[in-house]
């Protein structure tokens, strides 16, 4: 059985703040940040919105390359971004019901 990692960026915005982070369960973790469970960065920044993600099927490569893009400088991040999502849209809009506030 080959496992699968991800290394994800979210934003709270279009050009806002960023959060690089891996995990082997992307829906499971994206429901986590949407919805503030742990206590940290992306609660205290609202940073929720998933606008770049890749797969490894090694949990060293997606550590090594999360490590890789955080030491990236703003501008290859956004570049990134805007390679693969030039509109910065929220990959993960549709994978939860709509929160009433």
Not at 6 to 15: C, D, E, G, T
Not at 29 to 46: D, Q
Not at 82 to 87: A, F, G, L, R
């Amino acid at each position: 059985m080959t496992n699968t990692y991800y290394v994800y960026i979210l934003a709270s915005k279009r050009n806002g703040t960023l959060y690089i982070g891996v995990t082997n369960n992307l829906e499971r973790g994206l429901y986590e940040h949407k919805n503030n469970l742990a206590e940290g960065f992306t609660s205290r920044y609202n940073v929720h919105n998933l606008i770049y993600y890749e797969s490894a099927n090694d949990i060293n490569a997606a550590l090594q390359r999360e490590k890789q893009l955080k030491r990236w400088t703003r501008k290859w991040k956004i570049d990134l971004i805007e390679k693969e999502n030039p509109d910065w849209c929220d990959l993960s809009s549709d994978w939860f019901p709509v929160q009433q506030e």
